[in-house]
């Protein structure tokens, strides 16, 4: 089979039967470039110049100097080096290999270019395969990165002016796509509605999954949907496209109700909604369902007064779930107690300062493993006044 | 480090998994464990083991609720046996423990599984 990518091959010396068996072996390719380099002197120079896929060097004390050279200097792992020893170096072929050679022939070619050519044929072989991998790396990885280019404009780009209110939001990704989302946007003119959900898992198949759930909350952007009838509708079409599937979807949708003063909430399987009192104080909205897309489920919007709150934190369990050794996670109640201290210690508070706090005043900087998504939503105190 | 067993008993099949239930395990697991059910035979009740459990994500979560889907659709029974700390504060805060037949104690297999 025919490739389009080019296989270069660098050796140390010419030598008339190597020179033939490699022509041999690399015939039918009008895609090969072939370098013999002048003397020892020249060879890492070429080396740079041609970087090669391939690379056949003679005898041990000078292949040991180029192995050590490209191993650990230049720190290419992928070029395949062919060693050609000569017979009183027999015993140092296990050696060679182990500093870093693929392959090595015993000079002179006991079984003649036949041996040659059966050695070039296994470089020949693993430098097509190696390519075509690379080739379908690059392939997959420029597709997710696409896909998290996209996923990222799904996401707000910048806050929102709602009277009554001030949004600060932050997104951290852990792999290129990911499976958190969040948004806000007025549903009506006293009602700001904040939403954040997390996809289990990681990718394109969680990017898609949160576009899915996207699309559906953000109908409720153009017809008033209430809380419950929306995340019903969002089980109900993930329960349909995720069916027996591992993938679910945990979620927390409010209305903040500016001019009642009155947080309504649904909290589907994600973790706590957090209420900071103007205290300080912190009170969880816990999960009163569970997550989405396995079961049907009853939704019921629970209410909470929020005159005496300072504002809501919404987040991803990225925040918290992160290891503080092998057998330890940091966890939530942890993750609550560092809040507690910030919000006590600061009048303002903003997401950066989290973020600050998180990785200037732990013991150690969070080893983070998830995504990790944060709404805050301060409650402004002067009285919500209709335009 | 990760281990998998499996044992049968007269009236129900046990799987004991210790380590992270993870998105990095949760794929190879579910080929595993899928073909353990099926070599199970019809009337057996299934015993997932999760006393060695670290760690579990949503991938960990996602694969239980798969499970027990299963085997209710082969009219099997999944019983989780002495969930770790660690997976029944997942559970819990996912809203997720009740939706399971969890047995604290080993020595009430016999009792609880007819």
């Known amino acids: ?387 | 480090m990760e281990t998998l067993d499996f044992k049968k008993e007269k009236k129900y099949s046990i799987i004991k998994y210790s380590g992270e239930l993870t998105l990095d395990v949760v794929e190879e697991l579910k080929e595993e464990i899928s073909k353990f059910i099926d070599e199970c035979g019809d009337d057996k009740s299934i015993v997932f083991d999760l006393s060695d459990i670290s760690f579990m994500d949503s991938s960990g979560i996602g694969f239980l609720v798969h499970l027990n889907n299963v085997n209710k659709t082969k009219n099997k029974m999944l019983y989780l046996l002495k969930p770790s700390a660690a997976v029944k504060k997942t559970l819990s805060l996912v809203n997720l423990l009740n939706f399971f037949e969890i047995i604290e104690d080993e020595n009430e297999l016999d009792i609880e599984i007819e």
């Open chain 1, 1 to 387: 089979m025919r490739s389009s990518f080019v296989i270069k091959i660098l050796c140390s010396n010419k030598d008339e039967l190597l020179e033939h068996a490699l022509k041999k072996v690399f015939f039918e390719r009008d895609s090969v470039e072939i370098k013999y380099s002048e003397g020892t002197n020249n060879f890492l120079e070429d080396y740079y110049i041609v970087r090669p896929d391939i690379i056949v060097v003679d005898s041990y004390k000078f292949s040991v100097e180029v192995i050590n050279y490209i191993r650990n200097q230049a720190n290419d792992s992928d070029v395949y080096i062919l060693v050609i020893l000569d017979k009183s170096e027999f015993e140092l072929k296990e050696e060679i290999l182990n500093q870093g050679a693929d392959d090595f022939l015993i000079k002179p070619f006991s079984y003649g270019e036949e041996e040659v050519i059966s050695r070039l044929n296994v470089a020949k072989r693993h430098t097509i395969l190696y390519k075509q991998l690379t080739i379908a790396y690059n392939r997959l990885s420029k597709e997710i990165e696409t896909v998290s280019v996209l996923q990222q404009k799904l996401l707000p780009k910048s806050t929102v002016e709602f009277p009554g209110v001030f949004i600060d939001f932050f997104y951290e990704p852990s792999d290129r796509a990911s499976g958190d989302y969040f948004d806000f946007f007025p549903v009506q003119e006293n009602i700001l509605r904040a939403v954040i959900a997390d996809v289990s898992g990681h990718g394109s198949k969680a990017a898609f999954i949160m576009s899915m759930v996207r699309a559906l909350v953000r109908v409720s952007n153009k017809i008033f949907l209430p809380l419950d009838d929306l995340v019903s509708i969002i089980n109900n079409e993930l329960i349909e496209v995720i069916g027996e599937d591992i993938d679910f979807v945990t979620l927390f949708a409010g209305d903040i109700d500016v001019e009642n003063r009155e947080l309504s909430y649904i909290n589907a399987g994600h973790c706590p909604g957090i209420l900071v009192t103007n205290e300080n104080q912190i009170y969880l909205l816990e999960a009163d369902n569970s997550v989405l897309g396995f079961f049907s489920q009853e939704f019921k919007i629970k209410k909470v007064p929020i005159k005496d709150y300072r504002g809501i934190l919404l987040i991803t369990d990225g925040y918290y779930e992160w290891n503080l050794d092998r057998n330890n996670i940091w966890g939530f109640n942890n993750f609550k107690k560092f809040l507690e201290d910030i919000f006590t210690r600061e009048k303002e508070f903003y997401l950066d300062m989290l973020e600050s706090y998180l990785n200037n005043q732990l013991e150690l900087p969070p080893m983070y493993r998830d995504d990790r998504s944060a709404l805050w939503i301060k409650f402004k105190n002067n009285n919500y006044r209709k335009c």
